[in-house]
Nanobody
């Protein structure tokens, strides 16, 4: 499985970005896809996930600001980030989880200036 992220960048506080993650290779059914992030000096943390049945989960810190969606026909998952804050600055990693297996993308940098 290969996961390729895109859409990161530099944005001012209050702005928006949309991240994309395209999966290729052996795509399993019944997966969970989503995003984690890691800020400098901090542990990687959950941002949002979506299952193949459409169940979504969000970190409390992003609820109401971020949305996650998937295009199953193209094996792509999106993270729409609105009202970004400086504390959202991190490397964002795409994740595909199937049973006990985790597949990660290479990460994309999101920087929010105040």
């Amino acid at each position: 499985v290969q996961l390729v992220e895109s859409g990161g960048g530099l944005v001012q506080a209050g702005g928006s970005l949309r991240l994309s993650c395209a999966a290729s290779g052996n795509i399993f059914t019944d997966t969970v896809m989503g995003w984690h992030r890691q800020a400098p000096g901090k542990q990687r943390e959950l941002v949002a996930t979506v299952t193949t049945t459409g169940v979504k989960n969000f970190a409390d810190s992003v609820k109401g600001r971020f949305t996650i969606s998937d295009d199953s026909a193209n094996n792509t998952v999106y993270l729409q980030m609105n009202n970004l804050k400086p504390e959202d600055t991190a490397v964002y990693y795409c994740l595909m989880r199937w049973r006990t297996l985790n597949f990660w993308g290479q990460g994309t940098q999101v920087t929010v200036s105040s």
